[in-house]
């Protein structure tokens, strides 16, 4: 969201009257009265987004609130009482009701109940913008357990996010039905348009950004089509590198290719230099010593074993290129020598290094759709520390 808009995108102040008047001279959020406060002009959908200068795409935001608009994910509780709007404006259910506990055997608490008339659907919600197997199974299982307790529901797991196909599948082939963001948008688009919290209209509705959801179609297209194995492995190293600039850049500066070190023993596909002063960037370079994201490629058939990720961790040095690398496989790293030495480096020499295979790319790039990317390895570092 951009405060003020923009210098070069002039707002006239017959506009900002109007808007002012729009909105009874109030913050859209806290509804603190421009008497008190000085109240700033921002962009719901952001310019670099697609957002126009016009009064649809503009509301008023007191100092404090704007800080919090920054923010480009949602609140459980939040997306629990939108959906619980969008719902009750719809007139599809003749009850909506949230946080109902139910069960005889054992209780709990749904997010969201909705009744039709001849039918109950039990809907559980989840704020994550990228949804791991694992997390998956989770949701899977519980939603399972719940269902037990009342048998004739149908179950709903809806999501902020989008789900790559093959977990899509995995929550679909237990009779889960999924409603993540492109569902929301096609089917409750009226009812998103008139969420009384402008703040939660903007990040669930204004997520469906053509041009983001495009590219990453494109990357992923070319991810299917480029074949494991030596004969591709300069397009699939080229692929990364535009993956990587798509999705992570800015924050992070353009990838250099191919660096090596002073011995020229060591060489990386990719380093990255990291300058981000906030956010997951910043926080990786002041917990792992992330000053430059050092990235190797490997387009093999098989998955990566323990010389492929002593290889990465040679390039690591703290007065170096930092502690921190990725490496993209095609299948991942083997559950023996790879995992164990990945394991070495950390406890041992305080090196980070994290593995992406083809779903996390996949996963990547649908979550970067909704701001997401990161959460992607920041969850795979949760995972592997926790295993520890």
Known sequence: MEIEVNKRKHISSEMRQSLLKKY??????????????????????????????????????????????????????????????????????????????????????????????????????????????????????????MGEELPQAELVLAVYGRLTDEIRKQIESEGITVWDLDYLAKTYSKQISLLTNPMMRMLIGASNTPTQISKSKELLDKLKKCNPGRKDCYIYQNLVGEIIEEVFCPPLQKPLGESSDHSKSNRRDFII????????????????????????????????????????????????????????????????????????????????????????????????????????????IEEFRLSM
Request: overall charge neutral.
């Open 24 to 145: 009874s001279n109030q913050c859209c959020m806290c509804k603190v009265s421009g008497e008190t406060v000085p109240l700033n002009i921002s962009t719901i959908l952001s310019l670099h987004s697609g957002g126009e200068i016009s009064e649809d795409n503009l509301i008023v935001l007191c100092p404090n609130c704007h800080q919090l608009s920054d923010r480009t994910y949602l609140k459980e509780s939040e997306f629990i009482d939108s959906l619980t709007e969008i719902l009750k404006s719809s007139n599809d259910y003749i009850s909506v009701e949230k946080d109902t506990r139910f069960g005889s055997n054992k209780r709990y608490e749904a997010d969201i109940i909705a009744r039709k008339v001849s039918k109950t659907v039990l809907i559980e919600c989840k704020s994550y913008r990228s949804i791991s197997k694992n997390l998956a199974a989770n949701a899977i299982n519980q939603m399972k357990a």
């Open 273 to 380: 230099p990291n300058y981000a002063n906030e956010g997951f960037w910043a926080f990786l370079r002041g917990k792992y010593d992330a000053d430059y994201i050092v990235v190797d490629a490997k387009n093999y058939t098989r998955k990566v074993k323990k010389n492929d990720v002593l290889q990465v961790a040679n390039y690591l040095k703290p007065h170096g290129a930092g502690m921190f690398g990725l490496i993209f496989s095609r299948n991942g790293g083997d559950s023996r020598g790879c995992e164990q030495t990945l394991r070495e480096q950390w406890m041992v020499h305080n090196k980070m290094i994290v593995i992406l295979d083809d779903e996390d790319v996949e996963n990547i790039l649908v979550s970067s759709t909704v701001s997401g990317a990161t959460d992607v390895i920041g969850r795979k």
